[in-house]
């Protein structure tokens, strides 16, 4: 695969051209919540309602997600 240069972050060379209108999205392996709050914001942002998974084997890391987005 061939390098390429961008501008953009991660965050944003991730998510970039992504739909996030009226989907289901899986977030598999949540850890500590960092995607699954960004992904929260992504479809706020399209003012739609997309579902949003996120799984974890780790409970307490789940709990910790909750925690957050409920802020």
Do not use: C, W
Not at 11 to 36: H, M, R, S
Not at 43 to 68: C, P
Request: hydrophobic fraction near 40%; glycine fraction near 8%.
């Amino acid at each position: 695969m061939p390098q390429e240069t961008t501008n953009l972050s991660l965050v944003e060379y991730f998510f970039d051209g992504i739909d996030f209108v009226d989907k289901f999205i899986l977030n598999a392996g949540t850890g500590p919540g960092q995607t699954t709050a960004r992904l929260v914001n992504k479809v706020i942002e399209t003012g739609k309602s997309s579902r949003i998974i996120s799984v974890d084997h780790n409970q307490k890391a789940l709990d910790n997600v909750r925690n957050v987005l409920l802020v």
